[in-house]
């Protein structure tokens, strides 16, 4: 009988994954280990939530008659490397032959090549697109842009589909969806979880060995077994996919979930499939539950955005986190690490990142994503940032967003524009300049919202690339019509990145 390995990462806890293998004849490998939980300094939240995620899916994989070989990051036989671990696996069950599905970092999917055994590396099904298929997609294009791939995608799978055409007559619904939340738009309370003895002893482990890293691990109320992610995503259909199209882009203070469904480390750890959950949130469409705006603006997110980057990761390859467009060099102010800066908007969006390991799209992308953008970050930084303080962050689905989309740092092959803008953006989208120290309405004064001048001297830094951009045609044209304050704008925009750490 030919006796296999196969190797289950942090992020691949699914059991269909296990379909091409035999419970009575194969080992399941696998192990918290020194270099993932290190290879940046990832937020105390996520080490938290993948070991005990972790250590439930071998437990339910042990009840399911599987053998599996599991190493905890406190063991006094602990491995310090994914390969490492494999290594003694081998030796321990001496296997004809050693699988895994392929892991969604080049990182690893090289560590694995270079491994001295051969391992055959499965694809990974719980993505809807191939890598074969977006390849031959992508062929002869100039432009990938998300939006003729998402169409290609609701072809693909049928949802929200009437024969060939989209139900309601239109693919995209996003015209709808960028409502501001006023105080009397009733918020729904987020799902959350109590603590088992697995996720103590795992909370216990974490505070002693990462308990210096950013972000504060107690309380920690996410789901960390399959049941309770779907319990936690059935809540959501019934409480917040109604209003989640309408208020997908608001912003307010104290308020850190909205509509949003928050099962991001759900799906990108293996607990929910993503065809499934959108196949649920269409039939509460159906049922009359929710709305087509909040329907399509969900099921976009998920078979148009997540899909498309996990494409663009592999098509582009390990350089592409080494993209920096704009050669922008600055440092990542000192306050992305502790919260502390006047700008009520970015202390909003930190300290939250801090405490929940979350942040919703708009505050990731137009708060902390938009300043470092207009402060010349370097890309690579503000990625390191991303992949480290965020409980749902992998490099195949941070990288895309943080280099491609937020930065712009990939030359444009993801977005067709810089996603950039001055304080009247937030001001319109959010309460945060109501309670700020600066003024929104205050474009060069010292009280002034730093964003306003910074967002002029940008476009003005950035002209030999992004003046013939027709997107930004207009914004342009309205800058050269400013000819009399572009003097006091760029004065006033140099004057804050000379002290950029300390606003
Ligand atoms: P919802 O708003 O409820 O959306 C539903 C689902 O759609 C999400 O759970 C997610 O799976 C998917 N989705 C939505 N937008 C995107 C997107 N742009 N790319 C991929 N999937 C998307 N998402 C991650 O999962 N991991 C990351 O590390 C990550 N880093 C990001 C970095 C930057 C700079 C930006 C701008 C966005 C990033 N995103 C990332 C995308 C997005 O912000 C999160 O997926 C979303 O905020 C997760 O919260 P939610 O589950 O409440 O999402
Ligand atoms: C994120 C993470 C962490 C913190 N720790 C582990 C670990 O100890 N063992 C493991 O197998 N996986 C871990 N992961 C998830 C991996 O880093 C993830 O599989 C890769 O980032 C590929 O997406
Ligand atoms: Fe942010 Fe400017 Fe508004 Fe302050 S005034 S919250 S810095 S956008």
Known sequence: MTRGLHL??????????????????????????????TYVSHHPKKIAFCFSAMRHFAEELRDDGWTVDYTKYDDSDAKTSISEALEAAVKEHDPDEIHAVEPGEHRLVKELSDFKHEVTMRQD?????????????????????????????????????????????KWNLDGENREAAGSDVKLPEPRTFELDKVTEEVLDLVEKEFGDNFGTLRPFKFAVTRNDAEAAFDHFIEKALPDFGTYQDAMLTGERFLFHSVISPYLNAGLLDPLDVCR???????????????????????????????????????????????????????????????????????TQTRDEAYAHHIQRLMITGNFALLAGVDPAEVHEWYLAVYIDAYEWVEAPNTIGMSQYADGGLMGSKPYVSGGNYINKMSDYCKNCSYKVSKKTEEDACPFNALYWHFLDRHRKKLGANTRLGNMYRTWDRMADKQEAYLRRANDLLERIDDL
Not at 280 to 298: C, I, K, M, T, W
Request: charged share 30%; hydrophobic share 35%; aromatic share 10%.
């Open 125 to 169: 099904p719980r993505f809807i697109s191939t890598a074969e298929a977006f390849e031959e997609w992508a062929d002869g294009r100039k432009e990938l842009r998300m939006e003729w791939f998402y169409r290609d995608m609701r072809k693909q799978t049928g949802l929200l589909m009437e024969g060939d055409d989209p139900v309601g007559g």
């Open 8 to 37: 289950i990462l942090g992020d691949q806890l699914t059991p269909s994954l296990l379909d091409e293998c035999d419970p009575d004849r194969d080992v399941v490998v696998m192990a918290e280990v020194r270099a993932e939980a």
């Open 280 to 350: 649920r949130a269409e039939q509460a469409y159906h049922d009359g539950d929710a709305p087509l705006n909040s329907v399509e603006g969900f099921i976009r997110q998920i078979i148009g955005w997540r899909e498309y980057v996990r494409r663009i990761y592999f098509h582009d390859g390990p350089g592409y986190t080494k993209c920096n467009g704009l050669k922008a060099n600055r440092s990542l102010p000192k306050y992305y690490w502790t919260g502390e800066t006047d700008m009520r908007c970015m202390s909003e969006a930190i």
